[in-house]
């Protein structure tokens, strides 16, 4: 992989995707008092913590609530101990409602090999009647299919992938600030 490939994986990203996402955000959570749950498994665990730290400290200065659903690890290893790994985002949405947004970060977009559980959560979030927003890569997965809003980075490449993963994150976190300080 080189650079050059980054950069041609990068431009075919439709950035109004991103400033959708902003706007969901804005428009469900932000102003509804609601909540961003946000989860990743793998390296995509470490995007979504991030990603939640900065919708809560950079964009809102605190005001708006954004929960990562793999940072507790105590609530992690309980919840998969007890319940199993496919339960992990369910049990941690059980109080979340239609004014809060699912987020998740996928490589592989949640398939039955891989990251079931973020399948089930996004369809935990349907019956909820829960906005929902997939970052993706590869085919983009079953989230893709059932996101709200969902952007996916066409490549088979897992560091490409998370790469652009985390400055799409970024780009759609700092049209969140500017929208909220408007």
Excluded: C
């Excluded at 950079?58 to 793999?70: E, N």
């Excluded at 829960?130 to 088979?156: A, C, Q, R, W, Y």
């Excluded at 998370?162 to 400055?167: A, K």
């Amino acid at each position: 992989m080189s650079l050059t490939y980054a950069v041609e994986v990068l431009k075919e990203i439709d950035v109004s995707r991103l400033i959708d996402v902003a706007d969901l955000i804005y428009k469900k959570a932000y102003a509804n008092g609601g909540t961003v749950y946000v989860a990743g498994v793998g390296g995509s665990a470490f995007t979504a913590s991030h990603f939640s730290a900065d919708i809560y400290k950079y964009a809102s200065d605190g005001v708006l609530d954004s929960i990562s659903l793999t940072d507790n690890i105590s609530t992690v290893t309980a919840i998969t101990n007890d319940l199993g790994w496919d339960k992990l985002f369910t049990y941690q949405l059980t109080f979340a409602n239609k004014q809060d947004v699912l987020v998740a970060f996928s490589v592989h977009g949640g398939t039955k090999e891989f990251s079931g559980n973020l399948t089930e959560a996004f369809l935990q979030a349907k019956k909820k009647k829960m906005p929902t927003v997939s970052f993706t890569g590869h085919d983009g997965g079953e989230i893709k299919k059932l996101s709200t809003i969902n952007v996916n980075v066409d490549s088979k490449s897992t560091p490409i992938i998370e790469g652009i993963h985390s400055l799409l994150a970024h780009i759609v976190i700092e049209h969140l600030k500017k929208r909220i300080n408007q």
